[in-house]
């Protein structure tokens, strides 16, 4: 099974940019569609960004729509988001998770992921 470690969350000035980096391991990476959540502190995992096995689909939150681009490269097991122009309210424990799941109404639902990774925190300051 794949396993999944994410990496690159920071302190980030609001209005500057960010890459998150996600690592899968141990398993077939291109068989999954992969998405981002994130998690702020007394509040439920919210769905930020999903790309498709094969990278040619995407879906956004409405929060993050031309903001954060989510890609994948299936070569080398990684997918990354781009966080552009973040805001203090983005600021989160952000999560990369896997998914079998295709149907667009079923993925943006955390329960629909198996495989999560660790998280990495991301701060925003005004």
């Known amino acids: 099974q794949v396993q999944l470690v994410e990496s690159g969350g920071g302190l980030v000035q609001a209005g500057g940019s960010l890459r998150l980096s996600c690592a899968a391991s141990?398993?077939?990476?291109?068989?999954?569609?992969m998405g981002w959540f994130r998690q702020a502190p007394g509040k439920e995992r919210e769905f930020v960004a999903m790309i498709s096995r094969s990278g040619s689909g995407t879906y956004y939150a409405d929060s993050v729509k031309g903001r954060f681009t989510i890609s994948r490269d299936n070569a080398k097991n990684l997918v990354y988001l781009q966080m552009n122009s973040p805001k203090p309210e983005d600021s989160a424990v952000y999560y990369c998770?896997?998914?079998?799941?295709?149907?667009?109404?079923?993925?943006?639902?955390?329960?629909?992921?198996?495989?999560w990774g660790q998280g990495t925190q991301v701060t925003v300051s005004s």
């Open positions: 141990g398993g077939t990476f291109s068989i999954y569609a």
């Open positions: 998770a896997a998914t079998i799941q295709t149907n667009l109404r079923l993925v943006t639902t955390p329960d629909n992921y198996g495989i």
